[in-house]
């Protein structure tokens, strides 16, 4: 069996703009195509575009599809209406996370699940494990789509200019089908920046026609390519979790503080519902560690896995961490105990090869955009 990694529809176009390539999640991705902070600050102040073909899609059709959905999901799909997405995760009995997700409702009895690239397999072969009962079909989509995002303020402007779809109308975590750049496209206001932006997803054999449109359309307005260096840093910012390090199958989704996204209200039982509310009234009578920022007060960057500290104990753990373009300094995300989770508590540091280096704890998100 081939261990090559897979190649998304742009491939050879990345590497004729010089991209330095990755294995990411079995994909050759691009990691960045000149300096990772000239894209992290485009995205921030213009725009950038970013090759998302990796992600995975999951087409779950039928009568049934939305009883299904909120069976094998945590989140109430069914208050979803046409056209609008809603963020989710999908859980193990146990409660512990197995991915976080989005779901886009397409049609009346049609929703799109998008998993990240290095669980969609699993995200795939768990929902259709829980479909036994359920009229409807799972199918895999994952060679139907390509995704290309458009993230930044000046996105709404660039998108604009090659499609005549409603952008104006066009919510946060809401999709519409159009046509962009004359490419048939399903045309969502999501992301994974912090920024205002756009995710289209359209077929394979029309990814490079659109990439090109989208450049020419973004040249003057100061877009430029971004691979996912960037993506990662512009995430972590905006204090969004990554799946395997703010988020992993040992947490349920109140461990990781986003107990919000289940919905025990929901009719009907759903996978992990005991060991959820288990965990619920755990998180309300001994609060577990809770996800913090840390910003540096020198220069040496956390990374994940680095022991947080506080009077010569141990107190929690860094999920992720890098230099911040838009702050200027080091900043991390960590799970600490909750004795130290207040922002402005002081004595913190993060254990940096040996050295104790002092952290302050803030709130998240590091980085807000103006609206």
Sequence with gaps: MSTAPRLTALDALHRS???????????????????????????????GLFDLSHMGEITVTGPAAVDLLNF???????????????????????????????????????????????????????????????DAEVRDDR?????????GPESPAILAAVTDADLDGLKYYAGLPGTVAG??????????????????????????????????????R????????CRDTLRLEAGMPLYGHELTTSLTPFDAG?????????EGDFVGRKALESAAERAETAPPRKLVGLVAEGRRVPR????????????????????????GKPIAMAYVDAAHATPGTEGVAVDIRGSHEPYEVVALPFYKRRK
């Design 17 to 47: 703009l010089g991209a330095t390539m990755t294995d990411f999640a079995g994909w050759d991705m691009p990691l960045r195509y000149a300096s990772e902070r000239e894209e992290h600050l485009a995205v921030r102040t213009k725009a």
């Design 183 to 220: 490419v048939p496209a399903l045309i969502a206001r999501t992301g994974y920046t912090g920024e205002d932006g756009f995710e289209l997803f359209v077929a394979p054999g029309h990814a490079e026609q659109l990439w090109r449109a989208l450049t020419e359309a973004g040249a003057s």
């Design 72 to 134: 094998a999901l945590v989140g109430n799909i069914g208050t979803v209406s046409v056209g609008r997405a809603r963020y989710t995760m999908i859980c193990a009995e146990d409660g512990g996370i197995l991915d976080d997700l989005i779901v886009y409702r397409l049609a009346e009895a049609e929703y799109m699940v998008v998993a990240n690239a290095g669980n969609a397999q699993l995200v795939l072969d768990t929902i259709t494990e829980r479909a036994g009962g359920f």
């Design 258 to 266: 986003l107990g919000r996204v289940v919905k025990f209200e929901k």
């Design 143 to 151: 060679d139907a789509y390509a995704l290309l995002a458009v993230q």
């Design 304 to 327: 994940a896995g680095f022991p947080v500290v506080a009077g010569g104990q141990v107190i929690g753990e860094v999920t992720s961490g890098a230099p911040s373009p838009t702050l």
């Design 222 to 229: 100061g877009l430029i390519p971004c691979g996912l260096s």
